[in-house]
């Protein structure tokens, strides 16, 4: 597997990393805990060294289980959380305070099994609490040895720039696929210019990219597509076009969508490490695939060419879940 650097602290892994979220949360019922370790530990015989997670996922299970997964091999491989969300809360709603930060991360260290987070992520910007001092928080935390590097995820430049500014910043995660490239447009420039890298989540368009759904696909109670605008059945049938589109380009390549999807995003720029989840282990050999795909300069006009003419229709979240977006 290759390798890429996250940040100007030197944060080495794999070039793509494994979503863990999807094990047991958010896309129907949980995969069973020694399914979901195997998965895991699969992915690390295959060179995969970055692996993401985040306490709210089952809550706190997913963290559990990527713990117990990597404990035999912690000083092989990265481990990227969260923080962020009033867990437990009956009104939910996020949660950056310094003292949550803290509380947060010690609970986080005895789930992982771990003294020390690679990555640690605030999950959504609190407009109640200044980033700078979400930053000071996990920079002294930094100093304590009980994280190494600091991530934002669905930060705008300017908040980037501002938490940049007290703690340097290693990894913005956010969504980007060959969907939803929003990002290019303000924020890719601020991290070329800061020297941060970008880790993408949902880098298969919740697996709409790969062609395994359409109009006709009916998903599981507890999947949170069925409350996405963009998976109604109209907006399916309208997006199928581009899905289409990838399966020719893909047909020609002799590979599959997926690694379309991901290769393109590895070649956008060198400090991306997309992170692909799944529940298959023949699913992540196809995605690991990518790693090994280069897109010729022909490759990459085609697949402009059918992004151009089948744009994405239908809105990535739901108007609440829109609300946590920092622009």
């Not at 260290?109 to 999950?123: E, N």
């Amino acid at each position: 597997m290759q390798t890429r650097i996250l940040g100007r602290g030197g944060l080495q892994v794999s070039a793509l990393g494994l979503g863990c979220m999807g094990l047991n949360h958010s896309y129907g019922p949980p995969l069973d805990k020694p399914a979901a370790i195997a998965l895991i530990r699969a992915a690390v015989d295959k060179g995969v060294t970055l692996f993401d997670t985040a306490e709210v996922y089952g809550p706190y299970i997913n963290e559990e289980v990527v713990g117990e997964a990597l404990a035999p091999v912690r000083e092989q491989v990265a481990i990227a959380t969260k923080f962020g969300w009033k867990i437990g809360d009956p009104a939910g709603g996020l949660d950056s305070r310094p003292q949550h930060i803290r509380a947060v991360v010690q609970a986080s260290l005895k789930r992982l099994r771990t003294d020390h987070i690679d990555l640690l992520y605030q999950h959504r910007v609190d407009p109640a609490v200044p980033i700078e001092d979400v930053a000071g928080t996990v920079k002294d935390l930094i100093a304590a040895g009980q994280v190494r590097h600091f991530g934002l995820s669905e930060a705008g430049a300017q908040t980037i720039r501002r938490a940049h500014a007290v703690q340097p910043v290693t990894a913005l995660q956010s969504e980007y696929s060959l969907w939803w490239r929003e990002p290019e447009t303000k924020v890719f420039p601020v991290l070329a210019e800061l020297g941060i890298g970008f880790v993408p989540f949902s880098p298969l368009g919740r697996g709409f990219l790969t062609g395994a759904i359409d109009a006709q696909t009916t998903f599981e109670q507890g999947d949170f597509r069925n409350g996405v605008p963009r998976f109604s059945v109209d907006n399916r049938r309208a997006n199928a076009a581009l899905v289409q589109a990838l399966g020719r380009i893909a047909a020609d390549k002799g590979v599959t969508r997926a690694q379309i999807a991901l290769a393109w995003l590895l070649a956008q720029q060198p400090w991306i490490v997309p992170i692909p989840g799944t529940t298959k282990v023949q699913r992540l050999d196809e995605n690991l695939g990518a790693a090994r795909l280069t897109l010729t300069a022909d490759d990459l006009a085609a697949i402009d060419a059918a992004l151009r003419a089948h744009a994405a229709i239908g809105e990535r979240y739901s108007a609440s879940g829109q609300k946590f977006i920092d622009r």
